[in-house]
């Protein structure tokens, strides 16, 4: 009975110890646009602006799911970079091109309100459907 209690609490020690040290969040994230060049492009800016002179993070994209690597130590850290990613696939802008670049960034000139100013880079002349609706 002694020796019993003795060997479940070294199982539960070394269960516990097992659980710490392989603490780490590894980051995939399934998305149908991962396809496009231009959200490609603005997740490698993103993950290179995170990095740092210790980590310096990747991804690769593997069965239309894409992984960052080193994997997380932090859960927030995880999960402050997950929502990054997401904003960046999320962002359904019909004119974006391979470089990541979209309305914001085509049509910046002017902003009528809808008055149909006519310049040819009027925000609210020119922008999709999508970048109107987030203004
Ligand atoms: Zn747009
Ligand atoms: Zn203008
Ligand atoms: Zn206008």
């Known amino acids: 009975m002694h020796s019993d209690l003795r060997i479940g609490a070294l199982m539960l020690l070394r269960v516990c110890g097992r659980v710490q040290h392989g603490r780490n969040y590894v980051n995939k994230i399934s998305h149908p646009e991962l396809t496009h060049k231009g959200k490609i492009t603005l ?76 310049c040819a880079y009027c925000f609210s002349c020119r922008a999709c459907d999508h970048c109107l609706a987030d203004q």
């Open 43 to 118: 997740i490698k800016k993103y993950l290179a602006n995170i990095s740092g002179i210790k980590t310096t993070y990747e991804f690769s994209i593997a069965d239309g799911a894409c992984a960052i690597s080193p994997a997380f130590k932090t859960h927030d850290a995880h999960d402050r970079v997950e929502s990054g990613i997401l904003d960046i696939l999320n962002d359904m802008c019909e004119e974006m091109d391979n470089s990541g670049r979209g309305c914001s960034q085509f049509y910046n000139c002017c902003d009528c309100g809808g008055n149909q100013c006519g």
